[in-house]
């Protein structure tokens, strides 16, 4: 085999297994699997012999390779799988090949489009600015979750103390519930525990609003009273807004 | 000229991003946006005619100044700089997303038969692919999708501007080796 | 329209500073900086004589096109509801407050290491943050959480909605993809 190609130009196994497939010219409904896999395991050892990081999916298409190959080699055995009897053991694989194919090509019409920047070019001076008139309150926002997260992702790489500044989301419902409580209690100045939790009753929420209290009662935001053992417990505002 | 194709002309020219009929009609109450829509049509195809250096491109559902592409060696030149391109892994990933949004990250993965994540991170830092939110299944995945930036890169008046899928596979079916 | 014309009016509108006939002449070996003068004053008088939204204008010793002075209220409208974007401190400031509410003003200071109070009145104004209540501590220091209008401008159902620093390491932990 010749073995000149550039290793580096595939994408990923199904990638390796279409330029397999085309090199050998093969109909992609016919594969040879034998053949396939046989080459498709000769590129992976010179993958791993030049040392180039080797992708779990790489390992997993070989498994799958190997799988479908024993399947095929054995007599269909009566009785057993019955419903797929007569279902080309192959037919995943092709319909997953077909569909990366047909991607491929997507990205590659995406390619050819006129690209700003790269065949088309807009203004290049930033427009004149006529004296501005003082900017709207509610101008939009433009950004996105994305820059918000790598915003804060940011600062706190650049924390040098190991603070856990993990966020998940239990946090985030939880934070949610903060602000809920703290607006009713803005309103109402006093609330019980049941006012909080109001019709909906299901575990996550109780948990969640027990939660939330203890956590701005921490923060000495909010103060719980409690009229006598196993009386209402009375939540207020320690501090009036 | 027009008046008012003037001042359309002077609002496309000035915008920072393609002008769309809605914002012009914001901007001139007195026209209305059938009007406007008219009007713009007119000047795509005025400056067609004239065929001089620059055109007006229908993008990301607005209007815009563009260099006619056939130009693009001359400023390339001016620019003096390599455009930015995006790897093969990013385009594919880019095509995914583009075709099959709303999805998953773990959609893209299955498709391309490889870990997507390095290249969902760029086109994300690129403002090519969005967050739009998140999938109403265990674990809450985060939902992907194109930005109007995506069009406007890729010169498209929408998404239904792309070739769709089936018009691909033929494309393959005749095309035989397509590749190299 | 003559062919070198129609390269220089692309340069024109791609270039970010006014282009002089020098730089052009650069640009343009086989056209002698002469001609190059001749085609930029045609292209001038070409403007003026069209009458449209743009025009041609000489300034800093190069060419540089520009909307029709008598249009600028027009374009003044247009600039007025521009998207604002936040600054990167602003942004900063947004994330710890969104990611670490309930907290306070010195809570911010202490994880950003800079004195954050112009961030927030920026933030409190845009009404993308609000005030929550006050500590019971001494000073009664206030405490500072995100709007509704928050959640509706980051097109967030709830705040579990935001990405974690997790999802956001997985992104990047596959760093093998190079994106150029």
């Given at each position: 085999m010749n073995y000149e190609i550039k290793l580096d130009i595939f994408e990923g196994p199904l990638d390796l297994?279409?330029?397999?497939?085309?090199?050998?010219?093969?109909?992609?409904?016919?594969i040879p699997i034998a053949l396939i896999t046989e080459q498709y395991l000769e590129y992976l050892d010179i993958m791993r012999s030049l040392n180039l990081d080797l992708a779990g999916e790489y390992l997993v298409l070989a498994a799958t390779l190997i799988?479908?190959?024993?399947?095929?080699?054995?007599?269909?055995?009566?009785?057993?799988?019955?419903?797929?009897?007569?279902?080309?053991?192959?037919?995943?694989?092709?319909?997953?090949?077909?569909?990366?194919?047909?991607f491929k090509e997507a990205a590659l019409s995406l390619e050819g489009r006129p690209l700003l920047d790269r065949d088309v070019f807009t203004r290049g001076a930033p427009a004149e600015e006529p004296a501005a008139?003082?900017?709207?309150?509610?101008?939009?926002?433009?950004?996105?979750?994305?820059?918000?997260?790598?915003?804060?992702?940011?600062?706190?790489?650049?924390?040098?103390?190991?603070?856990?500044?993990?966020?998940?989301?239990?946090?985030?419902?939880?934070?949610?519930?903060?602000n809920e409580i703290m607006e009713r209690l803005t309103e109402a100045k006093e609330l019980s525990f049941s006012d909080l939790l109001g019709e909906r009753t299901d575990r996550?929420?109780?948990?969640?609003?027990?939660?939330?209290?203890?956590?701005?009662?921490?923060?000495?935001?909010?103060?719980?009273?409690?009229?006598?053992?196993?009386?209402?417990?009375?939540?207020?505002l320690a501090v009036e807004g | 000229m027009k008046e008012k194709t003037t001042i359309l002309e002077a609002l496309i020219f000035a915008s920072e991003i393609p002008l769309t009929p809605d914002r012009a009609a914001e901007i001139m109450p007195d026209t209305e946006k059938r009007e406007i829509v008219t009007l713009l049509g007119e000047l795509v195809r005025q400056y067609e005619v004239r065929g001089g250096g620059i055109c007006l491109a229908e993008v990301a559902g607005g209007y815009q100044f563009r260099t006619r592409q056939d130009l693009a060696p001359w400023i390339r030149k001016l620019k003096?700089?390599?455009?930015?391109?995006?790897?093969?892994?990013?385009?594919?990933?880019?095509?995914?997303?583009?075709?099959?949004?709303?999805?998953?990250k773990s959609e893209i993965d299955r498709i391309r038969g490889v870990d997507a994540s390095g290249a969902l991170k760029g086109l994300l830092e690129k403002k090519l692919v969005r967050i739009v939110g998140r999938k109403d299944v265990p674990g809450k995945p985060i939902i992907y999708g194109t930005t109007k930036k995506f069009l406007e890169v890729f010169n498209l008046k929408d998404l239904s501007e792309l070739p769709?899928?089936?018009?691909?596979?033929d494309l393959q079916n005749d095309g035989g080796e397509q590749q190299e």
């Amino acid at each position: 085999m010749n073995y000149e190609i550039k290793l580096d130009i595939f994408e990923g196994p199904l990638d390796l297994l279409l330029y397999l497939i085309r090199k050998n010219e093969i109909d992609i409904y016919n594969i040879p699997i034998a053949l396939i896999t046989e080459q498709y395991l000769e590129y992976l050892d010179i993958m791993r012999s030049l040392n180039l990081d080797l992708a779990g999916e790489y390992l997993v298409l070989a498994a799958t390779l190997i799988h479908i190959k024993s399947r095929l080699l054995l007599p269909p055995v009566e009785g057993e799988e019955e419903g797929e009897e007569g279902e080309d053991p192959r037919t995943e694989l092709v319909r997953q090949l077909l569909e990366y194919q047909t991607f491929k090509e997507a990205a590659l019409s995406l390619e050819g489009r006129p690209l700003l920047d790269r065949d088309v070019f807009t203004r290049g001076a930033p427009a004149e600015e006529p004296a501005a008139e003082e900017q709207e309150e509610d101008a939009m926002i433009e950004v996105g979750v994305f820059e918000l997260v790598q915003a804060f992702r940011e600062i706190v790489s650049r924390l040098d103390h190991s603070e856990d500044m993990a966020i998940d989301t239990e946090k985030m419902s939880l934070t949610d519930r903060i602000n809920e409580i703290m607006e009713r209690l803005t309103e109402a100045k006093e609330l019980s525990f049941s006012d909080l939790l109001g019709e909906r009753t299901d575990r996550k929420r109780i948990i969640y609003t027990f939660l939330a209290i203890l956590e701005l009662m921490k923060l000495r935001v909010v103060r719980a009273y409690q009229l006598g053992p196993f009386g209402v417990i009375r939540l207020f505002l320690a501090v009036e807004g | 000229m027009k008046e008012k194709t003037t001042i359309l002309e002077a609002l496309i020219f000035a915008s920072e991003i393609p002008l769309t009929p809605d914002r012009a009609a914001e901007i001139m109450p007195d026209t209305e946006k059938r009007e406007i829509v008219t009007l713009l049509g007119e000047l795509v195809r005025q400056y067609e005619v004239r065929g001089g250096g620059i055109c007006l491109a229908e993008v990301a559902g607005g209007y815009q100044f563009r260099t006619r592409q056939d130009l693009a060696p001359w400023i390339r030149k001016l620019k003096a700089a390599r455009p930015a391109m995006l790897s093969p892994a990013a385009l594919e990933t880019l095509a995914v997303i583009a075709y099959r949004q709303p999805l998953v990250k773990s959609e893209i993965d299955r498709i391309r038969g490889v870990d997507a994540s390095g290249a969902l991170k760029g086109l994300l830092e690129k403002k090519l692919v969005r967050i739009v939110g998140r999938k109403d299944v265990p674990g809450k995945p985060i939902i992907y999708g194109t930005t109007k930036k995506f069009l406007e890169v890729f010169n498209l008046k929408d998404l239904s501007e792309l070739p769709t899928l089936r018009e691909l596979k033929d494309l393959q079916n005749d095309g035989g080796e397509q590749q190299e």
